[in-house]
């Protein structure tokens, strides 16, 4: 749909992954957060349509990454995009205002998730007993499971994004191996970095923590054969 204005032309563009769904018949509108370049609208159990308050000239990468993702890989780990809304003004120039994907039920971001389950260990550890540390083999057993799974959605979300033709903006490029090892090098100096810092806070910890610290700093031991 569109919506002739006097600077230009408001576009609405559906996808078929919008086409294909059904309205709630009750539904439920909530107004999300304000984040520092948009605002965003939740229908419940359906779609959140998000504005863009920073917009530009140009393509969308969110939208042209969820378009792919969607439309061509038809990958089933990412909310699937629903369409977007642009302005086109006089000049022929076009600008994203808007996006919507499918609402996905879920319990917060994977970074907020990994700090509440690390405040919950840290709690727990410092109230059991020595012995209760030292029988203790499977304290990430849980967390673990759930690590394992990021990295097997992760494998699949790149595999999805490895195509040998088609649109250009997504043919995959061949990484030099010279440029592969830079990165695991960038990689193992930034776990340096964390782990030296780890080491020299010893001295403001208390000896329970210390304890922990210790632990933390042995089973790293080897880490960059792994990286």
Avoid: C
């Avoid at 965003?40 to 140009?58: D, M, P, Q, T």
């Avoid at 890989?73 to 499918?102: C, K, R, T, W």
């Avoid at 917060?108 to 410092?126: E, H, I, K, P, V």
């Avoid at 910890?205 to 210790?214: H, K, N, Q, W």
């Amino acid at each position: 749909a569109t919506i002739q204005t006097t600077g230009g032309m408001l576009t609405f563009r559906p996808t078929q992954a919008f086409l294909a769904t059904n309205a709630p018949e009750k539904p439920v509108l909530r107004i999300g957060g304000q984040e520092q370049s948009n605002s965003s609208a939740v229908v419940e159990e359906w779609l959140i349509i998000k504005f863009y308050r920073k917009v530009a000239r140009g393509i969308n990468p969110e939208i042209e990454m969820g378009a792919f993702l969607t439309d061509y890989a038809h990958y089933g780990n990412s909310p699937a995009l629903f369409g977007s809304i642009h302005f086109q003004d006089a000049s022929g120039a076009e600008m994203a205002l808007g996006v919507a994907h499918a609402w996905i039920r879920n319990q917060g971001d994977g970074w907020a998730n990994t700090l509440a389950y690390l405040d919950r260990f840290l709690q727990d550890r410092r109230v059991a007993t020595a012995d209760q540390r030292a029988t203790s083999t499977d304290d990430h057993a849980a967390y673990l499971v759930r690590i394992d799974q990021l990295a097997r959605r992760t494998a699949e979300f790149h595999r999805a994004l490895y195509v040998e033709s088609g649109d250009p903006a997504f043919v995959a490029e061949r990484v030099p191996p010279a440029a592969v090892k830079k990165w695991g090098e960038s990689v193992t100096q930034l776990v340096d970095t964390a782990l030296t810092a780890l080491a020299e806070s010893g001295t403001r910890l208390s000896p329970d923590d210390t304890v922990m610290l210790d632990e933390a700093l042995e089973n790293a031991a080897g880490r960059n054969e792994h990286i």
